[in-house]
């Protein structure tokens, strides 16, 4: 059984991998950058692709986030 954990830090860990690829392929998209553009705290984004953060992302953030890495929502759940 999945728990929120797991789905939690692989949310984040595709954070970081499509906002690194974003930032090779286009330009340098900072967590402060991605933050900004969403209208979340830095500290948001670093503790989701740290995965060290207890908390979640809304559902609409993270939409958000999809559309700024033009990345289908999907695969941040792979």
Known sequence: MINEKIINNKIGKN????????????????????????????????GLESRKSNGGISIYNLY???????????KFFE
Request: positive net charge; glycine residues 4%; hydrophobic residues 40%.
């Open 15 to 46: 954070i970081k991998k499509y906002r690194m690829l974003y930032s090779i392929n286009y330009h340098n998209l900072t967590q402060k950058d991605l933050a900004e553009k969403i209208g979340v705290s830095v500290s948001l984004i670093g």
């Open 64 to 74: 958000k986030i999809s559309e700024i890495l033009n990345v289908p929502i999907d």
